[in-house]
């Protein structure tokens, strides 16, 4: 009990309202799902941050790794015509 | 302490009103007691994440004796404070049963023990949900705003209590054992719980007060339920003679309060 390396890691996204997506907010430890669960209420939620959560074992997440930095994400940095800074947007629109 | 429950004063302050102050006062006390007990797993949990839950738990107790200890003061003559209540009061005059007040250790241990932490929060929170859900309907306004709101509360720690005793009872040979001796330690303290004789029967008979008998039978159910599923033996152990309710307390609660109390007593008035 006294090793925490005992229980795995877990990712916890919290949804903070309807209608958003629901965003990564930390990491915690827990022998399993349920408990993941619970331990991210107490850490995450106390201040009525969410409105859903959830968690996902870290082992699960196949992350992007920083020695692939350059491949994958300089290549987008002179492609400005992706950005769509193009368009003229009209008078009196204003959300688009 | 919130306006809306300590202006919660009886228009008419009738011969009922004692009664009302002794009973919130009671149980108060237990939520008093409770909270400063396990404040003492903050920064000593198994694991940092069970430290938070600890904390947020007794905190939920500590919100619970503010509204029920400011209520009770209210309804007393002269009024009281919370704080005179909390900390200006010796032990004969807590009106705690003895299963909170105790350490969590075994018996002839010393170091907190967390099996019998979580037999404790599973005894203790099935029994103050289905306190506070009858009291919810209280023909007292105050009372059935504070337990309307606690009820909530004393519902996760229950389903947290749970998860525990589940958990450690089906889990190892080694976490079953302890987790059975926490249950053996704490079971015979159960009983107090369920005395109606603090409860004046004219609160009962004008649906103020919820008489603490008719809650045993529910509560054995859920915990039997809990004790199966978690493949543990229910405990076949005398309640002990209990008296919290009339001021007789274990020799563990004068530590608790010398703890609790000392630093308002040494600084009378200071607030922070």
Known sequence: MTDRRDWPLWEVFVRARRGLSHVHAGSLHAPDAEMALRNARDLYTRRQEGVSL?????????????????SF???????????????????????L | MTPELSGGRPA????????????????????????????????????LEEDVALANIALDQLGQARSLLGYAGSLMQPARSEDELAYFRDERDFRNVQMVERTWALPGGT?????????????????????????????????????????????????????WVLRLGDGTEESRTRMQAGLEAEWGYAEELF????????????????????????????????LAEATLARPEVSPVRGGGREGIHTEQMGYLLAEMQHLARSHPGASW
């Open chain 2, 111 to 163: 170091g907190s023990d967390f099996g019998v932490t979580m037999a404790r929060m599973l005894i203790w929170s099935t029994y103050q949900v289905e306190l506070y859900s009858r009291l919810a309907s209280s023909a007292d306004e105050t009372l059935a705003a504070i337990a309307a709101k606690a009820v909530k509360e004393v519902d996760y720690h229950r389903d947290h209590a749970t998860m």
């Open chain 1, 54 to 70: 959830w968690v996902v074992p870290a082992s699960a997440i196949t992350a992007s790794s920083p020695d692939e930095k350059d």
């Open chain 2, 12 to 47: 008419t302050a009738g011969p009922g009103t004692d009664k009302s102050a002794s009973y919130a006062l009671c149980l108060g006390d237990d939520a008093l007691v409770m909270a400063q007990r396990l404040g003492e797993w903050i920064a000593a949990a198994p694991q």
């Open chain 1, 73 to 95: 994400f300089d290549p987008a940095g002179d492609k400005i015509y992706r950005h769509p800074t193009f368009y003229d947007i009209p008078e009196g629109v204003e959300h």
């Open chain 2, 195 to 226: 005395d109606p004789s603090y409860v004046d029967q004219e609160l009962v008979a004008d649906g103020v007060a919820v008489d603490p008998s008719v809650i045993r039978d529910p509560w054995n159910s859920r915990i039997d339920q809990v």
